[in-house]
């Protein structure tokens, strides 16, 4: 098994290799980086299941020429699953980036994209497997590097350059955090080694700094809410499969960061933990979906989503830690698998939302809402596969979203049972907003879906026929089947969830019966049956059909235009735009946003311009890059070019450092 591991790395790895290896033969090039890549996927796939199914920890070390350092690798139940969602996504993103990179052949090299995506694939991978401090750091920035030249690949755009820049100045104050907390244990233990680490019991003083430096710093990468801006600009610079990796499994790296700190190498958890958790969680839920409601920009409204579904997914990892620190390991249990298979659930909606977004940028030869409609006709498999999408990030049944957060809540409702009067308060409220974002969540991809594809068309496209593309077809059904799969079957998922439980909280929470009912703590309280909640819709959709059919099979059907308010000249321009149809809730929710409203009137025409802001943005960011900026001016000032000023300085420097000593 360690030789198939090493394998799985080596592959990855050599992808970037053979990119460099085989550019003058780019058609041989894209076949072989592409397969190499799939198969890379389907074995790390295996590998993952492997080791849930049998329980057994791999580990390999590597020696060094430097004392003591070492590259030390292990893969156990919790990394398992997460190489498991990054061979998913790694697999269909294998069959969909031939199609769609073809289309930017001619404006750059695909080259440089095959390089760094092997690196930054690979990269992720060790990150997951890495056991100590050496190991993990440099990984960690590998990651961070190759993702970046990977924003920056549509260089030719200020805008991307920008965003690129943005992503990396955030990726590196992550790295730097989490640096932090990690020298803080090797300070206590003087060793770099997780199992030391796990071995030893740490003081609250020293558990509380670490754990907060680790939040912070994994919360950055993750895109948590004050700490998201790199997030909604660099998802919509990347290409598209780039965007689905980075937003379906490197924020999923994240949170296992922060799993593996807090859960398996700080292990006493302390109640604060799970409060700062809960309450950043939910504000970025909230916050991430009103603002994901104001983009017209397809890519940079689905970058805000992620934002949203990350807030969901520490909700969960707040409420684990709440209930782990009093004591209730079974609630601790439900709250980490509730958060664990929504880090799934994201990952296959979020990753097809992402190739759809790219299949209609590819046929548009755009990504503005207002510009697009009636794609259902010109797109009919594309539209299908992303309303699954819709439906599943909404957290509809059928479809997989709705389980991960059906188990949030029910781990919420237990709150009743804590002693803390504070605890009993705070977290039903913070399961009501929850509840409110995901009714955003739905008002949100109707009026994605709706605009999009529904409708008359708002521009004359020119793309070319999307028919051809077949590998971005499978790619895209591939997916939307785990989104109905895990939706109706996700016990077969509780397995593997059990085993991580049990790992790092002590306890095996889920049963079934039949493999059909899904019993979060016993068939007393609350239980789901998925399959019979699936047939029961199909059930009544046949009903209302046949009812239909029989009143009114008979009856002569008519078609006639619709009412156009005594107007005849009736065109596309007078149909819901984006902007209109969220017009409601930006009047409810304005103290959420920064808006910008232009109206301009002539004898002819009226002309409405809206512009829609990030505040945290506006209010912290701006004046925080205003102020570097003139700290940069004013030292550029000292620099003047004089070697007498400059020993000058060198003097004064060392004066200070002389008195500071004595």
């Avoid at 440099?138 to 690129?164: D, K, Q, T």
């Avoid at 079974?330 to 958060?339: E, F, S, Y």
């Avoid at 009026?447 to 790619?475: E, H």
């Amino acid at each position: 098994m360690n030789l198939i591991l090493l394998f799985v790395i080596a592959s990855i790895f050599s992808t970037s290799l053979l990119a460099l290896t085989l550019q003058r033969l780019p058609r041989v090039q894209k076949t072989i980086v592409f397969t190499l890549t799939g198969i890379s996927g389907v074995l790390a796939v295996c590998v993952g299941l492997i080791t849930l199914l049998t329980q057994q920890n791999i580990s390999y070390e590597i020696s060094s020429t430097f004392p003591n350092l070492a590259w030390q690798f292990r893969l156990d139940p919790l990394s398992s699953f997460f190489l498991i969602i990054i061979g998913i996504v790694v697999i269909s993103m294998a069959f969909y980036a031939p199609g769609y990179i073809c289309t930017h052949e001619k404006q750059h090299s695909p080259t440089t994209m095959y390089f760094f995506t092997g690196l930054f694939i690979g990269s992720m991978c060790l990150v997951l497997l890495a056991h100590d401090l050496f190991t993990f750091m440099f990984s960690w920035e590998l990651m961070s590097v190759s993702s970046y030249f990977l924003v920056i690949y549509n260089h030719e755009h200020a805008a991307n350059r920008r965003a690129a820049l943005i992503y990396l100045l955030m990726a590196q104050a992550s790295g730097l955090l989490i640096l932090f907390a990690f020298s803080i244990l090797v300070n206590f233990t003087n060793s770099m080694s997780f199992d030391v680490w796990h071995s030893i019991k740490f003081s609250p003083g020293v558990a509380n700094l670490a754990f907060f430096l680790a939040f912070f710093g994994f919360g950055m990468k993750a895109g948590v809410v004050p700490l998201h801006i790199w997030l909604p600009k660099a998802h919509p610079a990347a290409p598209s499969h780039i965007s689905a990796l980075m937003s379906g499994v490197m924020l999923k790296v994240s949170v296992y960061g922060l799993l593996r700190f807090a859960f398996y190498l700080l292990r006493d958890i302390h109640w604060q933990w799970g409060v700062v958790a809960l309450f950043v969680g939910t504000i970025s839920a909230l916050f991430g979906i009103l603002c994901a409601l104001m983009q017209n920009d397809l890519k940079k409204l689905l970058a805000y989503s992620s934002v949203e579904n990350i807030g969901i997914i520490f909700s969960a990892i707040g409420l684990s830690l709440i209930f782990a620190s009093t004591g209730h390991n079974l609630l601790a249990a439900l709250g980490l698998i509730a958060a664990l298979y929504h880090c799934l659930n994201h990952a296959l909606f979020k990753s097809l939302l992402f190739f759809g977004a790219g299949a209609i940028s590819q046929y548009t030869h755009g990504q503005d809402l207002e510009c697009m409609g009636g794609l259902i006709k010109k797109m009919p498999y594309t539209s299908w596969c992303f309303l699954i999408g819709c439906i599943s990030i909404s957290a509809l049944p059928p479809f997989n979203g709705f389980i991960s957060e059906w188990l949030f809540f029910q781990t919420a409702l237990q709150a009743p049972i804590l002693k803390s009067e504070i605890m009993r308060t705070l977290i039903p409220v913070a399961a009501a907003l929850i509840a409110l974002t995901t009714a955003l969540a739905a008002t949100c991809f109707v009026k994605v879906y709706g605009i999009a594809f529904l409708g008359q068309p708002r521009s004359q496209y020119t793309g070319q026929t999307y028919g051809s593309q077949l590998s971005m077809k499978f790619a895209m059904g591939f997916l939307a089947l785990l989104c109905l799969f895990f939706g109706i079957f996700p016990t077969f998922a509780f397995s593997a969830l059990n085993v991580i439980s049990h790992q790092l909280i002590g306890i095996k929470l889920l049963h079934t019966q039949n493999w059909l009912w899904l019993i979060p703590i016993s068939d007393k309280t609350s239980s789901y049956n998925p399959l019979w909640v699936s047939v029961g819709i199909i059930f009544i959709g046949f009903i209302s059909y046949y009812l239909l059919r029989v009143y009114y099979g008979n009856t002569k059907t008519r078609e006639i235009k619709p009412w156009d308010c005594g107007y005849g000249a009736i065109n596309q321009r007078m149909q819901y735009s984006a902007t209109a149809f969220t017009m409601p809730l930006r009047r409810v929710f304005h103290n959420f946003w920064s808006l910008h409203e232009k109206l301009e009137t002539t004898g002819y025409s009226v002309n409405y311009s809206l512009q829609v802001d990030d505040l945290i943005r506006q209010r912290i960011y701006l004046p925080l890059e205003r102020f570097s900026f003139t700290l940069a001016r004013f030292f550029a000032r000292l620099q003047g070019g004089n070697v007498r000023v400059y020993l000058t300085y060198m003097f004064i420097t060392l004066i200070l450092l002389l008195w500071i000593i004595a």
